[in-house]
């Protein structure tokens, strides 16, 4: 495995992505930015309500002031992999509902921002909020950060849901997730990875082989992250996606290790999972060797 890592002032950091070259260069052109953007108008206010598939954080203040100072300073921890943006503008701030000095933090697919406890506050207050809130209800695996994402599994195991935002089917498969991450926003235990098959183009067939799904229509399982075992809400019915109740329903099944890819034997005698299609695969669920393959 190729590691690559970018040294910028006193920082080391590492590259989480794919490693293409529209990749490499997109990721090395954000590095470049500054860690702070600042919004100043309505036009930028727009542009940035819109990245709902971004983890981003945004405060108000007075000016470049300590405060600032110390919200700079955590977000280059970050970067560029989570977003940090400032305004001192009052409107975008009362528009935001951000009082001076606040902080708010926009988890993906999130229709309110939870607000950073405690004002003014230190690096180490947004570092540590940041840490914990981290991991989203409902991640998009993107190609300048699928590494990172594929490695933060929960106990060993991922729920993945494929679907394509450009098609009918995936796009309303997608809005009922959102339904259901914004539902459970507040389960530490819940964190589904959005795939969009799209996105990746040279790993679709090779995820088709290793998990035995039609990346066509839109899919949901729990993946061991070991083996590439997996288990999927059958969604072979041509007119009915499953209901937001359905998806929360497996979800807890998989949750409370009802649905799991290691009972193997259990789970197919059981006809009671009649709906679920299990899948055992000799792959390495590793993007790592297809990626060299590629290059």
Not at 88 to 110: C, G, I, Q, R, T
Not at 226 to 233: G, K, M
Not at 268 to 286: K, R, V
């Amino acid at each position: 495995m190729l590691l690559l890592y970018v040294f910028k002032d006193d920082r080391i950091i590492e590259f989480d992505g794919e490693l293409s070259s529209d990749t490499l260069v997109e990721f090395l052109l954000d590095v470049l930015e500054d860690p702070v953007e600042i919004i100043n108008n309505a036009m930028e206010l727009r542009a940035f309500e819109r990245m709902e598939e971004d983890i981003r954080l945004i405060g108000y203040f007075k000016g470049e002031d300590s405060y600032f100072q110390a919200f700079q300073e955590a977000s280059e921890r970050f970067q560029p992999y989570i977003k940090f943006f400032a305004t001192f503008d009052k409107s975008v701030a009362k528009h935001l509902s951000l009082k001076m000095n606040e902080v708010n933090f926009y988890e993906p697919f999130m229709e309110e921002p939870a607000i950073l406890p405690g004002r003014p506050l230190t690096e180490m207050d947004i570092v540590e909020f940041v840490h914990q809130h981290r991991r989203a209800t409902l991640r998009k695996l993107r190609a300048e950060n699928m590494f990172e994402v594929w490695e933060d599994d929960m106990d060993g195991i991922h729920i993945v849901a494929f679907a394509e935002e450009e098609d009918p089917d995936g796009y309303e498969f997608l809005e009922i997730l959102k339904d259901v991450a914004r539902d459970n926003t507040n389960n530490p235990y819940l964190s589904i990875v959005w795939i969009d098959p799209d996105d990746f183009p040279l790993l679709t067939t090779y995820w088709e082989k290793t998990f035995k799904v039609d990346l066509f229509r839109p899919q949901i399982g729990v993946v061991n992250v070991t083996d590439a075992d997996s288990v999927w809400l059958d969604m072979s019915n041509d007119e009915d996606l499953p209901t937001a109740e359905d998806l929360e329903d497996w979800i807890e099944d998989v949750l409370s290790g009802r649905v799991n890819t290691e009972d193997d034997d259990e789970f197919a005698d059981d006809p009671e999972n009649d709906h679920y299609i299990l899948e055992e695969s000799d792959e390495n669920p590793d993007t790592d060797e297809e990626d060299d393959g590629d290059d």
